[in-house]
């Protein structure tokens, strides 16, 4: 079919250092059969170790749709070649779920179990079960403590991933401990104290967080804000207005609505969810930036 196309062939990408082609074989081939001298490329520097795992996402993107068998496969083989990469980065590389990728990991013998491992953002964290425990732990104080800190900050701080940060405030809105059970034990016994005082200290700032303002319904907030000249009497404000309207539901009705999710579609709901949170964070992050920027330059005047 590409042989018969007169335009130019898209480019294809070849490993600089070894001058391999790691996607774009049929359109190399259909170039030759055409009589073509020259094809263009992007040209890649990267660990030959990785070029299997470049070859996967790139296929998986824009080629021959894989089989669900071909990508078990796929993220076999990317784990026995880097196995210091995490569930989630092999899984957005082989389109899986994270999940799947942690069984084959686990039933794979060939893969190494390291207590590292690469995240997406390309950082090193411990994978270790005290170190990921002490990292939720720490992580859910940093949400109560500081509920305006968007999930980046909080995920940075404690030194886990963003999905964990996601699945720590997750656990902590349905009153859960941000380390699910059976997670973290100790091969050796903890300090004096030092295995109590850190749960304890959660469960004080939750009984606070539910206490205070941020534990009850935001409809008296909203109506103050619906009253406010400044927002009902501009577009923005309107619109604005009308964003959190939609926000203004019953934390009941949230908790049945949950229960209403087909699982098919659990998954698309929940990273659609996570996305308009973070979006929310973000926006909230920029507001208090802008107005503190405001009250500087107010007062230097």
């Known amino acids: 079919m590409l042989v018969v196309l007169d335009e130019e062939l898209p480019p294809i990408v070849v490993h600089r250092p070894t001058g391999r082609v790691v996607d774009g074989m049929h359109r190399l081939a ?6 073509d001298r020259t094809i263009s490329a992007y040209l890649l520097d990267v660990p030959e170790r990785s070029l299997f795992t470049v070859a996967v996402s790139l296929n998986v993107s824009h080629g021959k749709p894989l089989t669900h068998n071909d990508r078990l496969a796929a993220a076999v083989r990317i784990l ?3 196995p210091a990469l995490s569930d989630r980065y092999v899984a957005s590389v082989a389109a899986l779920s994270p999940r799947t990728v942690s069984r084959v990991r686990r039933s794979t013998v060939e ?6 491992r690469i995240g997406l953002d390309g950082k090193q964290r ?9 990292g939720r732990q ?3 104080e940093l949400i ?3 509920p305006g800190a968007s999930l980046r900050e909080i995920a940075q701080a404690a030194g886990i991933s963003l999905g964990t940060a996601h699945d720590v405030k997750r656990r902590l809105t349905l009153g859960r401990s941000p380390v699910p059970e059976g997670r973290g034990a100790r091969s050796d016994p903890p300090e004096a104290g030092e295995a109590v005082q850190r749960p304890q200290r959660l469960r004080r700032l939750q009984r606070e967080t539910a206490d205070g303002p941020l534990g009850r319904e935001p409809t008296e907030l909203l109506d103050r804000l619906r009253k406010d000249p400044a927002l009902r009497l501009s577009q923005t404000g309107r619109f604005l207005l009308r964003c959190f309207a939609v926000q203004d539901v019953d934390s009941s009705a949230w908790t049945r609505l949950a229960t209403t999710i087909p699982p098919h579609s659990a998954g698309g709901v929940v990273r659609l969810a996570r996305a308009c949170a973070d979006r929310w964070i973000r926006f909230a992050d ?10 500087r330059s107010g007062a230097s005047v």
């Open 138 to 140: 720490y992580a859910g």
């Open 144 to 146: 109560l403590q500081r």
């Open 126 to 134: 411990r994978t270790d079960a005290d170190s990921v425990a002490s």
């Open 30 to 35: 259909a170039a030759r059969a055409r009589g």
């Open 286 to 295: 920029n507001v208090e930036r802008e107005a503190r920027a405001r009250e």
């Open 80 to 82: 026995k070649e880097n």
């Open 111 to 116: 893969v190494a179990h390291l207590n590292t």
